[in-house]
């Protein structure tokens, strides 16, 4: 079963011939691979597939056949960009082979038709597609079939300065129990708010920098949602869920907290150089990031002794209606619909050699990542990684996906839209839900269940 | 030789032509295409194809369609007998695959894709490479499931087989929410005028172009006529900086306002030593962030009035001067009685021209503040803009941007209109009442 059935009877007699024709023909591929939100130290995302590519070249000359692979490889360090550029070369036909881009996006390229199911190519009950972990292979699955390979995993995690906390009254060993406590629900977001309203006063940290959170749009906003007691996706239909309550609740804690003067009303939309510089040297007193920022942390901005200065936790619980929680945003490698149907098998078999242990244990220690198998612990260069040990131990099992749906992007526009306005004080925290509100009911109907939670 | 005349002058105009038709009606005509339709980045551009997939079974079992007919479309099994054989050999799978297969699978169904694969993978002759496998697996399954018809046709023959006896009405539903592609619509303009966010983007959007347009013209009014009053070498010099942020390339101009208004950046420093607030001036505070979005596009633009007033400014008879002098005027006197009567044209060009241009500039507010902080710098155009083609998530709403962007293009026609008449265009390209 293929999606491109028209080419299949095609494909069949190729394959056939190329077959029976004498093996020594050399055979030259191009191979594109593009990568969003990549920069130097995530490189590996691409590069993994010129290691493949040299390695299927060797194993085919082992079989005496000569295969030629160019990989052409292209890193966007931003989102917007990439995104835009993938869309858009599709349009054209002339997108890459492999797409490496988060799985949300995974929805609304399939519906669009620019994707290849990769189930079609690789075998996943063969290695080293066998031990990937099952919850990142659904990740990368929608809609019955497995669109995409996990190329990394990562947890969102939220980080308290120790010394700040020691300031504040908290013993050494209150502040390694802080995390238990988090996870129960004991600590939450406004327990947070106090402690560094704490250390503002105490001068320890500058007046509306005790808590940084992220500066611009990310998954990261999705878990404040759920923080109050959010849901993104009902499970027993499978619809979108738009949680009233949770989004007030969420957008209210923003708000709450411009107002004790812990964050600026203006602090959407800041400069990333800025805030990498500032939460890695204490300026701040909570913040939340990704378990990759360690590797920007330090490496780029000089931090030692990350274990020794900084205790990292799930992101606590709002209220009683939700709960501490994660979410993980995996990357996964797509096959496009560009090229002829040898070129996207020989892309997925790349993909399939890029996730070998090993390989992907180069990207996932240089880029601070999580393993995508279960044995890349395994590989001694991940192994001796504290962080990536740790951080696959604390933060994973309790860390959730944004749900793989062609409309969620919708969702989520109208949700930033809303804390961006209620956060500046544009609006009010109710127009704000009003309106966030008001655009996904317009847009997708009853498509999307409103839970409006006893408001 | 009228006639001559004229055909000569569709001569000369046609390049013309050829080019308002390809860079501005063509865009403008698609624009208003795409913007009746509901074009995103999961509906494509170019057309959809027709697909039954898990998630429309199950919308479609919620809207009423027949259990039966869910069930038969929902069937993903794969059927060994002479038929599918058949099938297969005829779709070039090996014939030595083919034998093996027909020996020891002969009569077999198996329910899903991986239950078929084990069972192949057990041959001996199976192709070795993992695509091939599966490519020969197809022929022998009838399921419609996740398979892109790239025709109508083609979709309802498919549902057709696999539900023989389906009821008229069920195909027809089943066919139509099956597209994948985008649809007409005028929604985008009902959501358009009933979003509370657009009174907000209008207004930030003529808030923009009012205090922008008006530092434009009285800067540039400002440094055309200081500079015409400094000796011309002198002058000329000023002039030539004043031009340094149109001629700046605009990333490298937008870099440069950043490293300037920076949290450590010179304004920043300034402030500090003055004993003023010291923060990041472009994106900590609403006001300072308009008044950095108003500064980077008010010079720019600023420069463009000096040039055009500069030269109007050397058109007027300098006698006129010389003899105002005489009766002992002022310089003001000289601004208000001679110069600016006779800047009057200039003056409406630059403000009917810059109105339009402002009202679609986008690129330096996304540079500078990106809209920020929140969205509250963010302008209409600069919207259309990101919900088409530029945001995190990737979902480009191709249909409501163009629907936003064709607003702009109808708006700017209205002034273009409302600046002809009420500048009396047709007066200034009259012909002279004297003919020479």
């Given at each position: 079963m293929t999606i491109l059935k028209k080419t299949t009877v095609l494909a069949v007699a190729g394959a056939l011939l190329s077959g029976a024709a004498s093996a020594a023909i050399a055979e030259d591929y191009t191979i594109s691979v593009w990568a969003g939100g990549s920069g130097d130290e995530s490189d590996y995302r691409v590069k993994a597939i010129e290691i493949a590519a040299d390695l299927y070249e060797r194993e085919a000359a082992i079989r005496g056949e000569e295969v030629n692979i160019t990989v052409e490889t292209q890193l966007f360090s931003g989102w917007d960009d990439f995104k835009q550029a993938v869309t858009l070369a599709a349009e054209s036909g002339t997108a890459p082979n492999i797409i490496v881009s988060g799985h949300e996006d995974i929805g609304p390229w399939v519906q669009a038709g620019i994707?290849?199911?990769v189930e079609d190519y690789v075998d996943?009950?063969?290695?080293p597609l066998n031990q990937l972990y099952e919850n990142l292979i659904q990740v990368s699955s929608y809609d019955g079939k497995i669109w995409g390979i996990p190329q990394d995993a990562e947890s969102r995690v939220f980080f308290f300065w120790r010394e700040h906390l020691e300031a504040v009254g908290y013993s050494k060993e209150e502040i390694d129990a802080l995390p238990k406590k988090v996870l129960d629900g004991e600590y939450t977001l406004y327990s947070m708010l106090d402690d560094v309203k704490k250390m503002q006063d105490a001068g320890l940290v500058e007046e509306a920098k005790g808590f940084m959170p992220r500066i611009s749009n990310g998954p990261d906003y999705w878990q404040f949602y759920q923080s109050f007691g959010?849901?993104?996706?009902?499970?027993?239909?499978g619809k979108l869920v738009f949680d009233k309550q949770a989004l007030t609740d969420m957008y209210q804690f923003f708000v709450d907290a411009v107002d004790k003067g812990v964050v600026p009303a203006t602090y959407l939309g800041g400069d990333w150089d800025t805030w990498h510089g500032a939460v890695s040297s204490g300026k701040a007193g909570a913040w939340h990031g990704g378990t990759w920022h360690y590797a920007q942390w330090t490496q780029k901005n000089g931090l030692d002794d990350f274990f020794g200065k900084i205790v990292y936790t799930l992101i606590?619980?709002?209220?009683?209606?939700?709960r501490a929680n994660a979410i993980t945003h995996p990357l996964v490698y797509l096959l496009s619909n560009t090229g002829t149907d040898d070129d996207a098998a020989l892309a997925a078999e790349l993909v399939s050699i890029a996730s070998e242990p090993r390989i992907n244990a180069l990207h996932a220690v240089k880029s601070s990542h999580l393993a995508?198998?279960?044995?890349?612990?395994?590989v001694p260069l991940y192994a001796e990684s504290r962080w990536a040990t740790e951080a696959t131990e604390n933060l994973l099992p309790h860390a959730n996906a944004l749900p793989n749906d062609a409309d969620f992007g919708v969702v989520w526009t109208a949700m930033y839209k809303g804390l961006e306005a209620s956060w500046t004080g544009v609006s009010s925290v109710a127009d704000a839900v009003e309106a966030a509100e008001q655009s996904v009911v317009s847009a997708l109907g009853d498509k999307v269940i409103v839970r409006d939670g006893g408001m | 030789m009228r006639s001559h005349t004229s055909k000569l002058g569709l001569l000369l105009v046609s390049p013309a032509i050829i080019l308002l038709a390809i860079f501005f009606l063509t865009p403008a005509l698609l624009t208003g295409v795409f913007s009746f339709t509901n074009m995103s980045s999961s509906t494509g551009i170019s057309g959809g194809a027709w697909v039954i997939t898990p998630n429309l079974l199950r919308e479609l079992s919620d809207d009423g369609i027949s259990p039966a007919t869910i069930e038969a479309l929902r069937d993903e099994s794969y059927s060994v007998d002479e038929g599918s054989l058949a099938a297969a050999r005829a779709a070039g799978v090996a014939a030595e695959f083919a034998d093996e297969i027909a020996s020891k699978l002969s009569g077999q169904r198996f329910a899903s894709d991986s239950e078929f694969m084990s069972a192949l993978k057990t041959l001996r002759t199976r192709p070795r490479r993992v695509r091939d496998l599966k490519l020969a697996m197809e022929p022998f399954t009838r399921s419609v499931l996740n398979i892109r018809f790239e025709t109508e046709a083609a979709a309802r023959l498919a549902i057709e087989q696999v539900v023989p006896d389906i009821d008229a009405g069920e195909l027809e539903r089943i066919v139509e929410r099956s597209y994948t592609g985008w649809k007409w619509t005028s929604e985008n303009y009902s959501k358009l005028f009933s979003s509370p966010e657009t009174l907000r983007i209008v207004f930030n959007t003529v808030f923009y172009v009012a205090m922008t347009l008006a530092f434009n013209v009285l800067v540039g009014l400002f440094l055309a006529i200081t500079t015409f009053y400094l000796p011309r070498r002198t002058g000329g010099f000023f002039s030539l900086i004043w031009l340094l942020p149109r001629i700046t390339p605009v990333v490298l101009y937008a870099i440069m306002w950043k490293w300037f208004t920076w949290d450590d950046g010179f304004v920043a420093a300034l402030a500090g030593q003055l004993g003023l607030p010291s923060f990041n001036y472009m994106k900590g505070s609403v006001p300072s962030a308009w008044t950095i979005v108003i500064l980077v596009n008010g010079f720019i633009g600023a420069s463009f009035g000096m040039i055009l007033f500069s030269g109007a400014l050397r058109a007027i008879p300098v006698q006129q001067l010389w003899a105002s002098e005489v009766d002992g005027a002022t310089r003001w006197q000289q601004v208000r009685h001679i110069i600016l009567p006779q800047l009057r044209w200039p003056i409406l060009f630059v403000t009917s021209y810059q109105t339009l241009s402002l009202l679609t500039s986008y690129q330096e507010i996304w540079l500078t503040t990106n809209g920020g902080p929140g969205n509250t710098t963010a302008v209409w155009a600069l919207e259309a803009f990101r919900t088409a083609l530029f945001n995190y998530s990737g979902s480009l709403q191709y249909g409501l941007g163009a629907a936003m962007a064709l607003v702009l293009v109808a708006v700017g026609m209205v002034l273009s209109i409302i600046y002809l008449r009420l500048f009396r265009f047709d007066e200034l390209v009259s012909k002279p009442k004297i003919e020479f």
């Amino acid at each position: 079963m293929t999606i491109l059935k028209k080419t299949t009877v095609l494909a069949v007699a190729g394959a056939l011939l190329s077959g029976a024709a004498s093996a020594a023909i050399a055979e030259d591929y191009t191979i594109s691979v593009w990568a969003g939100g990549s920069g130097d130290e995530s490189d590996y995302r691409v590069k993994a597939i010129e290691i493949a590519a040299d390695l299927y070249e060797r194993e085919a000359a082992i079989r005496g056949e000569e295969v030629n692979i160019t990989v052409e490889t292209q890193l966007f360090s931003g989102w917007d960009d990439f995104k835009q550029a993938v869309t858009l070369a599709a349009e054209s036909g002339t997108a890459p082979n492999i797409i490496v881009s988060g799985h949300e996006d995974i929805g609304p390229w399939v519906q669009a038709g620019i994707l290849r199911p990769v189930e079609d190519y690789v075998d996943f009950d063969a290695w080293p597609l066998n031990q990937l972990y099952e919850n990142l292979i659904q990740v990368s699955s929608y809609d019955g079939k497995i669109w995409g390979i996990p190329q990394d995993a990562e947890s969102r995690v939220f980080f308290f300065w120790r010394e700040h906390l020691e300031a504040v009254g908290y013993s050494k060993e209150e502040i390694d129990a802080l995390p238990k406590k988090v996870l129960d629900g004991e600590y939450t977001l406004y327990s947070m708010l106090d402690d560094v309203k704490k250390m503002q006063d105490a001068g320890l940290v500058e007046e509306a920098k005790g808590f940084m959170p992220r500066i611009s749009n990310g998954p990261d906003y999705w878990q404040f949602y759920q923080s109050f007691g959010g849901e993104m996706v009902d499970e027993e239909s499978g619809k979108l869920v738009f949680d009233k309550q949770a989004l007030t609740d969420m957008y209210q804690f923003f708000v709450d907290a411009v107002d004790k003067g812990v964050v600026p009303a203006t602090y959407l939309g800041g400069d990333w150089d800025t805030w990498h510089g500032a939460v890695s040297s204490g300026k701040a007193g909570a913040w939340h990031g990704g378990t990759w920022h360690y590797a920007q942390w330090t490496q780029k901005n000089g931090l030692d002794d990350f274990f020794g200065k900084i205790v990292y936790t799930l992101i606590p619980a709002g209220n009683e209606r939700g709960r501490a929680n994660a979410i993980t945003h995996p990357l996964v490698y797509l096959l496009s619909n560009t090229g002829t149907d040898d070129d996207a098998a020989l892309a997925a078999e790349l993909v399939s050699i890029a996730s070998e242990p090993r390989i992907n244990a180069l990207h996932a220690v240089k880029s601070s990542h999580l393993a995508i198998g279960r044995e890349e612990i395994n590989v001694p260069l991940y192994a001796e990684s504290r962080w990536a040990t740790e951080a696959t131990e604390n933060l994973l099992p309790h860390a959730n996906a944004l749900p793989n749906d062609a409309d969620f992007g919708v969702v989520w526009t109208a949700m930033y839209k809303g804390l961006e306005a209620s956060w500046t004080g544009v609006s009010s925290v109710a127009d704000a839900v009003e309106a966030a509100e008001q655009s996904v009911v317009s847009a997708l109907g009853d498509k999307v269940i409103v839970r409006d939670g006893g408001m | 030789m009228r006639s001559h005349t004229s055909k000569l002058g569709l001569l000369l105009v046609s390049p013309a032509i050829i080019l308002l038709a390809i860079f501005f009606l063509t865009p403008a005509l698609l624009t208003g295409v795409f913007s009746f339709t509901n074009m995103s980045s999961s509906t494509g551009i170019s057309g959809g194809a027709w697909v039954i997939t898990p998630n429309l079974l199950r919308e479609l079992s919620d809207d009423g369609i027949s259990p039966a007919t869910i069930e038969a479309l929902r069937d993903e099994s794969y059927s060994v007998d002479e038929g599918s054989l058949a099938a297969a050999r005829a779709a070039g799978v090996a014939a030595e695959f083919a034998d093996e297969i027909a020996s020891k699978l002969s009569g077999q169904r198996f329910a899903s894709d991986s239950e078929f694969m084990s069972a192949l993978k057990t041959l001996r002759t199976r192709p070795r490479r993992v695509r091939d496998l599966k490519l020969a697996m197809e022929p022998f399954t009838r399921s419609v499931l996740n398979i892109r018809f790239e025709t109508e046709a083609a979709a309802r023959l498919a549902i057709e087989q696999v539900v023989p006896d389906i009821d008229a009405g069920e195909l027809e539903r089943i066919v139509e929410r099956s597209y994948t592609g985008w649809k007409w619509t005028s929604e985008n303009y009902s959501k358009l005028f009933s979003s509370p966010e657009t009174l907000r983007i209008v207004f930030n959007t003529v808030f923009y172009v009012a205090m922008t347009l008006a530092f434009n013209v009285l800067v540039g009014l400002f440094l055309a006529i200081t500079t015409f009053y400094l000796p011309r070498r002198t002058g000329g010099f000023f002039s030539l900086i004043w031009l340094l942020p149109r001629i700046t390339p605009v990333v490298l101009y937008a870099i440069m306002w950043k490293w300037f208004t920076w949290d450590d950046g010179f304004v920043a420093a300034l402030a500090g030593q003055l004993g003023l607030p010291s923060f990041n001036y472009m994106k900590g505070s609403v006001p300072s962030a308009w008044t950095i979005v108003i500064l980077v596009n008010g010079f720019i633009g600023a420069s463009f009035g000096m040039i055009l007033f500069s030269g109007a400014l050397r058109a007027i008879p300098v006698q006129q001067l010389w003899a105002s002098e005489v009766d002992g005027a002022t310089r003001w006197q000289q601004v208000r009685h001679i110069i600016l009567p006779q800047l009057r044209w200039p003056i409406l060009f630059v403000t009917s021209y810059q109105t339009l241009s402002l009202l679609t500039s986008y690129q330096e507010i996304w540079l500078t503040t990106n809209g920020g902080p929140g969205n509250t710098t963010a302008v209409w155009a600069l919207e259309a803009f990101r919900t088409a083609l530029f945001n995190y998530s990737g979902s480009l709403q191709y249909g409501l941007g163009a629907a936003m962007a064709l607003v702009l293009v109808a708006v700017g026609m209205v002034l273009s209109i409302i600046y002809l008449r009420l500048f009396r265009f047709d007066e200034l390209v009259s012909k002279p009442k004297i003919e020479f």
